[in-house]
């Protein structure tokens, strides 16, 4: 079974600064999706970036971005230039790429504990 | 606004109850998934439909079910509710019968009393 590992429970930034959220994971699996969400005090979850982990490339997207390590297991997020709206918890999760349906990962998502960001002005 | 709908958005509802929640998937999207958010476990899977047919099954208990029909919404089914039921239950969906993308709704708080 996958595990995701969160260890930080709580962040904060000062507006326009950088932060990094960590992540690491545990999985005997070579082939599988790493994805970050938000969610804010609306309680929407909402994907902020996603890594395939045949990529060797890091993800990006605009002011997201991830550094992968598949040989550590780590797969942490970066937030440049920090905005009042980013303040929220931010989840990392696996997903296995499984082709067969009728296994219990199939499109399942495993979630870290999630870590409380708060972006102060 | 993910286009994912799940109705209702708030229930509060006694021990021993059953209720059922509802969930409609993008435009488009033939894949939906549940899953629960608690204090003490955290977000979980629950279940995947595809199409109408049940994909994969995680953490779910007897106690709970939930099917997918010919319009493509989702209903989850949860009886003999108990006070650990607390929760936020989230409905995603997504295109792909293999995912790569899950849009989450905006979820149902589900309170027992």
């Known amino acids: 079974a996958q595990t995701v590992t969160q260890s930080q429970p709580e962040m904060s930034v000062q507006e326009a600064e950088t932060v990094t959220l960590s992540c690491t994971y545990d999985?005997?699996?070579?082939?599988?999706?790493l994805f970050w969400y938000k969610q804010p005090p609306s309680r929407q979850m909402i994907l902020v970036i996603r890594?395939?982990?045949?990529?060797?490339q890091n993800a990006t997207e605009n002011r997201f971005s991830v550094n992968f390590q598949k040989a550590a297991k780590s797969f942490s997020l970066k937030i440049s230039d920090s905005q009042l709206g980013d303040t929220a918890m931010y989840f990392c999760a696996f997903m296995k790429r499984d082709v067969n349906a009728g296994g219990t990962s199939y499109g399942k998502l495993t979630f870290g504990q999630g870590t409380i960001l708060t972006v102060h002005p | 606004d993910s286009g994912v709908t799940q109705t209702p958005k708030h229930l509060i509802t006694a021990t021993g109850q059953r209720v059922t929640l509802r969930c409609s998937p993008r435009s488009g999207d033939l894949s939906v998934y549940w899953y629960q958010q608690s204090l003490d476990q955290g977000l979980q899977f629950l279940i995947h439909?595809?199409?109408?047919?049940?994909?994969a099954k995680g953490n779910i208990l007897e106690r709970f079910s939930a099917q997918q029909f010919p319009d493509l919404h989702s209903e989850l089914n949860l009886s003999s509710l108990e006070l650990g039921d607390s929760a936020l239950y989230f409905c995603a969906s997504s295109v792909a019968d293999l995912p790569t993308e899950q849009y989450f709704g905006p979820g149902t708080r589900l309170t027992v009393t």
């Open positions: 890594q395939e982990a045949y990529k060797q």
């Open positions: 439909y595809y199409n109408g047919e049940e994909r």
């Open positions: 999985t005997s699996e070579s082939n599988y999706y």
